[in-house]
């Protein structure tokens, strides 16, 4: 299932599903919007804060419902990440979502809501930027719009041309795209909520994770069985997830040849989508390929009618 595309005139809905941020950065995110020609509305509990949520659970569940029900938006875009949207996942109903179908889009802690409207409702939703990026990044903003405007009909995910991207074992591999950020689909695992990556393209990124979290992050999907049974595995950005010395410690490069790339299935490394610069949006749920000789994503049907 997939929603209506975007078009200049719609409003988009804002939604604080995790962490707060700065009302004023918020109102910046909103005139870049406007200036674009969307129309802006507001959730009610936008600017909570209750520590290091954006409000209650209750709260911030009730705003992403409304948002689904409200016939005037059309589509739903996180405002950050942080934490917090794991607390509201028993409080989300489903069906509401799968009657009301509507482009969905975020990353980061969003990552897990991404994944589960997926799953439980079959809309594909979109790892993207949130409103409190960086809009004036020219290849962020493109491949925003371009997906969530154009994308009614198949089309290619690659890097702008001054980053290189990585193709490991020349082949290809072909399934629905999951996935998001590396902690929150551990996080998940053995709950009712738990990624499901057999025979899927499972994309991974990070952030500020040192190399030896990652490994025990990877391992744990390695001894949960969820990366032996994807049909191919996408890497995107690993920022700041370094050490300024490897004395006791392996390389984050040695960790993805041990961790990774040694299961033998088509891996493409280095997609510029993540915590940094620029920052391409993501189909997830979607039928896609991965090229590996070619070093780009291959999206095999529309995302938005």
């Known amino acids: 299932m997939i929603a209506k595309r975007l078009e200049k005139g719609d409003t988009i809905g804002l939604v ?23 129309k802006i509305k507001k959730g009610k509990h ?32 996180c405002v950050r990440g942080g934490y917090g949207s794991m607390r509201i996942l028993p409080l989300i109903d489903f069906d509401i ?9 975020g990353f980061s802690d969003i990552t897990t809501l991404l994944n589960c409207i997926v799953q439980k409702c079959q809309l594909t939703t979109f790892h993207s930027p949130m409103c409190n990026s960086n809009f004036y990044d020219e290849p962020t903003i493109k491949s925003f719009l371009d997906t969530l405007m154009l994308g009614y009909k198949p089309f290619i995910i690659k890097n702008p041309k001054r980053i290189a991207t990585i193709g490991i074992d020349k082949t290809h591999a072909i399934g629905q795209l999951v996935g998001g950020n590396l902690s929150l689909i551990c996080s998940t695992l053995g ?10 393209i499972l994309f991974i990124e990070e952030v500020g994770e040192q190399p030896y979290k990652i490994d025990r992050m990877l391992t744990q999907l390695l001894l949960s069985e969820k990366l032996q049974k994807c049909a191919g595995i996408i890497l995107g ?11 006791r410690s392996l390389t984050l490069q040695e960790v993805i040849e041990d961790r990774i790339l040694s299961l033998g299935i088509p891996v493409l490394t280095n997609i510029q989508s993540g915590h940094s610069y620029p920052k391409l949006t993501l189909p997830i749920g979607a039928r896609v390929k991965i090229n590996c000789k070619k070093r780009v994503i291959e999206v095999l049907e529309a995302v938005v009618e």
Not at 16 to 38: D, H, M, Q
Not at 191 to 200: H, R, S, V, Y
């Open 16 to 38: 604080s599903p995790a962490g707060p941020e700065n009302p004023e950065k918020i109102k910046e995110s909103i005139k870049i919007f406007e200036s674009l020609g969307f």
């Open 46 to 77: 936008i600017y909570d804060k209750l520590g290091y949520l954006a409000g209650t659970d209750n709260d911030r569940a009730e705003d992403l419902m409304n948002m689904f029900l409200d016939k005037d938006i059309d589509m739903i875009l």
């Open 97 to 105: 979502i799968k009657k009301n179908p509507k482009i969905f889009a």
């Open 191 to 200: 709950t009712p909520f738990e990624i499901d990556t057999n025979d899927k």
């Open 237 to 247: 950005q690993f920022t700041n997830c370094r050490l300024p010395h490897y004395e």
